[in-house]
């Protein structure tokens, strides 16, 4: 390896973070549910607040670029990887707790949010019923105002803690989350501005059918989503008046291939990932979609697929 600054101040930061667990090399398929991307340089999981604090402050001490991530079900990383610090937020066990008077639920960004909706509901509440077997953390489905079957994270959320940097060092504060605060698929508590490390929503008692709506939910993503194959969920925001898949099935390309690459012949709106699929195959078959739904529709796609590295 050549001798460099950047070599140096990755060398430095790779050093202290070693000790708490971080990987090397990091091979960013195995972190990504498209199973999909090359290697980040350095890859860092906390295990508390704390080590996420130390983690950024020890990446800005050295010049490392960071990128903050939930459980990658969103992701698209490209062949090359990711240069600098991956910190990827998800904890092995959910941390979750319910306040029955007030029909709250206070959780760590971390947790998976399929298994906070499922907690939900064994606890004796509704709301989030909808989001069954949504698979990334409860951050990321924040972040992103994460929806299905009509509802969405913005119904239900009461506040959000994040880490925000204030006169030079990270604090952990808490927002209201106000109306404005959140849109289609748009939050304003996205990273770099804001890294969540926990939220509280407004529930409701149990009308004793939200047991039962959750399955009915389960079943139909399982039945009409292509969950054998990677994939990293809906490759496009739903346009106006519109839906992306059905564009693309009247488009004609649906099954259609670029390398391992595919649009889903169980459902348009999904690509997957057949075996063998890089980066530049999905890239290129999203490029393709786009511009032929716009020849044949004349709708514009946008991709709400997040693409990072390089």
């Known amino acids: 390896m050549e001798s460099s600054t950047k070599n140096y101040n990755l060398d430095k930061c790779r050093e202290a973070l070693l000790p708490l667990g971080a990987i090397t090399n990091a091979p960013m398929r195995e972190h990504t549910s498209f199973h999909i991307g090359g290697a980040a340089d350095l890859l860092f999981i906390p295990k508390s607040t704390d080590e996420l604090v130390f983690a950024l402050n020890c990446a800005e001490s050295f010049g490392v670029p960071v990128f903050v991530m939930g459980n990658g079900s969103n992701l698209l990383v490209h062949d090359r990887g990711i240069r600098g610090l991956v910190i990827k937020i ?3 066990e959910a941390q979750i707790e319910f306040d029955d008077e007030h029909c709250t639920m206070t959780v760590s960004a971390s947790t998976l949010f399929s298994v906070a909706v499922k907690r939900s509901v064994d606890a004796g509440f509704m709301g989030l019923e909808w ?5 990334g953390t409860v951050g990321g ?8 079957y009509g509802g969405e994270v913005k119904n239900c959320i009461k506040s959000v803690d994040a880490l925000v940097k204030e006169n030079g060092s990270y604090k952990v504060k808490r927002f209201d989350v106000c109306d404005s605060d959140m849109g289609y698929r748009y939050s304003r508590f996205s990273y770099p501005e804001f890294i969540i490390t926990g939220a509280e929503f407004t529930l409701m008692k149990d009308d004793g059918e939200a047991a039962q709506r959750m399955a009915e939910y389960t079943l139909k993503r399982t039945s009409k989503q292509p969950l054998s194959y990677p994939s990293a969920g809906s490759v496009f925001k739903r346009p106006v008046g519109h839906f ?3 564009l693309i099935e009247q488009a004609g390309l649906k099954g259609k291939s670029v390398g391992g690459a595919q649009v889903s012949e169980l459902h348009a709106g999904f690509i997957i990932n057949t075996g063998n699929a890089t980066a530049d195959d999905v890239c290129r078959l999203i490029k393709l979609i786009k511009e032929k739904v716009h020849d044949e529709s004349g709708v514009m796609l946008e991709e709400e697929l997040k693409i990072t590295g390089g």
């Open 131 to 135: 989001g069954a077997g949504i698979p």
């Open 141 to 148: 489905a924040i972040s992103m105002n994460a929806g299905a």
């Open 244 to 246: 992306a898949g059905a």
């Open 90 to 92: 998800k904890g092995s």
